[in-house]
């Protein structure tokens, strides 16, 4: 009983009301993005993370912030930039539930990728896994038919960045804490997202501001309590607990625009989630360690 209600305490109400906050920031860009395009969504969301998190990390003094990987920081932060983008324009084009599963698709393109980039084994199990959940996403995709967009591939984008970006993550963990890697982030998609205002700037209202003030401080609360999360508990009990913001945008979707994935998409995202579920339960049996 003890252990149960300490994962409920550290594990599963942090990862929950994770997914609720990231649900949260979905719906603020898919508000924000009818006013603005998707690169300037992304340069307001950088500022106001960094905003929010300048104050945790400067007090901690110079010494802090030193790495002497800073290109490994300054190549996240252009992988994770092209993510946000990808996945701020999916938003604006496609449905809510459409959009955050595409980019909730990352366990698939991390073992896709674990065999090239991270010498990792893939059994026979792992295969079984990403054909299905490759085949959930032409489900919704739906590529050769009249119902295949630009956008959904864009959604699909999102997610190979994040699967990228977390394979990096990985290797820098190795000597760079959360919250140095969380500043360069800010710092860096800050930077560069700067520069697409050369093109894309518009002028934002004072309504547009508060939305992605709202999405900024939801994407740092969701992160932060997901970390928190990951922390404390076995990536196997927490990483599953993520979809949840596939389904609460699919509620929000259906009542905030009357969105409804048709029966295509609905079987998608069980072969979906089923797959990515069942690698990283996969990932987690076969490195006990971990």
Known sequence: MQINRCYLIHGFLPAFFSACCFAVMAVCIKIASSELPAPQLVFLR??????????IVLPRGVNFIKTPIIHLHMLRG??????MICFFYAISQLGLSESTLLN??????????????????ITSNNVIALIIGFIGICFIIKPGTTLFTLAALIG??????????KILIRYMGKTEPVMRTV?????????YSSVLMIWFWQSPTMFDVLIIVIAA???????TLLTYSYTHNDAVTVAPLTYVTVIMTTLLGWLGWNELPDAGSSIGAILIIGSCTSLIIQSKSSNPQQ
Do not use: M, N, R
């Open 46 to 55: 950088s500022v106001v993370g960094l905003l929010i998190i300048l104050p």
């Open 156 to 165: 699909l984008c999102s997610g190979l960045f994040i699967a990228c970006a």
């Open 183 to 191: 500043f360069y982030f800010s710092v860096f998609s800050t930077l």
């Open 104 to 121: 909730a698709s990352s366990p698939l393109f991390i073992g896709l990728l674990a065999l090239p980039i991270l010498k990792e084994k």
């Open 217 to 223: 401080i939801c994407a740092t609360g969701g992160q």
């Open 78 to 83: 252009f992988i994770s930039l092209c993510a």
